[in-house]
DNA sequence: AATATTAATCGTAATATTGCAATATATAAA
DNA sequence: TTTATATATTGCAATATTACGATTAATATT
């Protein structure tokens, strides 16, 4: 199928797949990398560094955008983007809720 | 064409995005979520639990099993799945170092 | 206005993922 | 040994994702 049974699962669990998603590919570690490693906004650089073809670079670009966890201004003619900052740190409170539950729960076999 | 160019990435951002796979759909987030909450090995009750069918589930397990976060030890004619906690714990690190690249990073857009 | 530059979008091909029925396997119980 | 129970595997069908060339759109430059 291919199909995700999204109403099956809690409003939380979905949340968590969709943030975790945004990680699910290289490309747009790299890209987000390449975003905190400049501390300035990258533009057709991306293309360049990550060694994509621009319309696949836009694309997981656009992925990240409407997740919001980066946003893009434009330039004259190129578009600067960046990390919103409040969003990623909303993103790593959802996943380390997630992530530290073991902090209670043992070992079992 | 649908296939990762995996070769061009640096090992730390495939290995990030290898890991975020195993969240980044909802009935892997349900199964380690009702791994946790019960804090005991659960083997069948996950089909009912979630609402997924036996073969589902099971190609689930198997995905987080590979990754090694969880481990399943057989217990007569039922598998007992728990959390790998020291893998738990090592992807915890190695996702957190990559969430943490914010605090010396600012806005510019 | 004409041209160059940059990024987004469209269309398409190929591979990956999700889900399930059916089947296989393996152990427990009768 | 037969039967029941539980899980894994196989074989699809359908949808999603990845990647890229070509095109479009929008602004800068000349």
């Not at 747009?28 to 650089?45: M, Q, Y």
């Not at 621009?54 to 434009?74: D, P, V, Y």
């Not at 959802?94 to 076999?109: K, P």
Request: glycine share 6%.
């Amino acid at each position: 199928m291919g199909l995700t049974k999204t109403e099956i699962f809690t409003d939380v669990q979905n949340e968590i797949a969709t943030l975790a998603k945004a990680f699910a590919h290289p490309a747009r570690v790299a890209i987000l990398h390449h975003l905190f490693k400049t501390n300035s906004c990258i533009c057709g650089d991306l293309v360049e560094e990550i060694g994509l073809a621009q319309a696949t670079i836009s694309q997981h670009l656009k992925e990240l955008k409407t997740l919001g966890l980066i946003k893009g201004s434009i330039e004259g003619t190129s578009v600067c983007y960046c990390i919103d900052q409040d969003k990623w740190s909303e993103m790593k409170h959802v996943l380390n809720v997630f992530f530290n539950q073991d902090i209670t729960s043992n070992d079992c076999c």
